[in-house]
């Protein structure tokens, strides 16, 4: 469990600046909420794989790993759209 945990975190962490990277234009978030998108996302896409039966497989879960980043994707696009702009 714990384990599990820590991973999500590595792997929230590099997930959520993916997800950052790849949305066109600038966020206005920081990198901390980033990362922590990037978590939770994780999280989330880990348990829809587990339900979809595709978390645990030999080797890299890459289509848990690409649903993870869909997530990220959604979740930093939909909180750098809520906060208001510097400029």
């Known amino acids: 469990m714990i384990g599990s945990i820590i991973s999500a975190v590595i792997i929230g962490a590099i997930i959520g600046g993916l997800a950052r990277l790849i949305l066109p234009g600038r966020q206005n978030i920081s990198w901390g909420l980033t990362v922590i998108v990037g978590i939770v996302a994780a999280l989330i896409g880990t348990l829809i794989a587990y339900w979809l039966g595709f978390a ?9 790993h690409i649903l993870q980043l869909v997530l990220a994707i959604i979740g930093v696009g939909a909180v750098a759209s809520r906060r208001p702009s510097s400029q």
């Open 56 to 64: 645990n497989t030999r080797g890299i879960d890459w289509w848990e």
